[in-house]
Nanobody
Framework: VQLQASGGGLVQAGGSLRLSCEAS????????MGWFRQAPGKEREFVGA????????DYADSVKGRFTISRDNAKNTVYLQMNSLKPEDTAVYYC??????????????????WGQGTQVTVSS
């Protein structure tokens, strides 16, 4: 599986962005998809995840109520809608695919495939 993330950019605090992650390959609908981010000087951290069906989602506490993950299996694409952005959301955002059978995971070890990352910068 190859993943291509896009949609990053520069936005003012309080603004919105929508990230997309398009996957190649036929098995996209079988994967749990996750979003992670890495700010300068910090470790990569979990943002959110969505199960293969799109029914179950999980979010980091820091983004709950502001970020929404969705997926379109017909388009092999997962989305991260980010609203009410804060300067502390500035990071490189990565999408990843996990072959866990059900549910979601916030652990990077369970994600086998990673996209190249897209930069999100939130100005104050």
């Amino acid at each position: 599986v190859q993943l291509q993330a896009s949609g990053g950019g520069l936005v003012q605090a309080g603004g919105s962005l929508r990230l997309s992650c398009e996957a190649s390959g036929r098995a996209f609908s079988r994967y749990c998809m996750g979003w992670f981010r890495q700010a300068p000087g910090k470790e990569r951290e979990f943002v959110g995840a969505i199960d293969w069906s799109g029914v179950y989602t999980d979010y980091a506490d820091s983004v709950k109520g502001r970020f929404t993950i969705s997926r379109d299996n017909a388009k092999n694409t997962v989305y991260l809608q980010m609203n009410s952005l804060k300067p502390e959301d500035t990071a490189v955002y990565y999408c990843a695919a996990s072959t866990i059978v059900s549910g979601t995971s916030n652990l990077q070890i369970f994600y086998s495939y990673w996209g190249q990352g897209t930069q999100v910068t939130v100005s104050s």
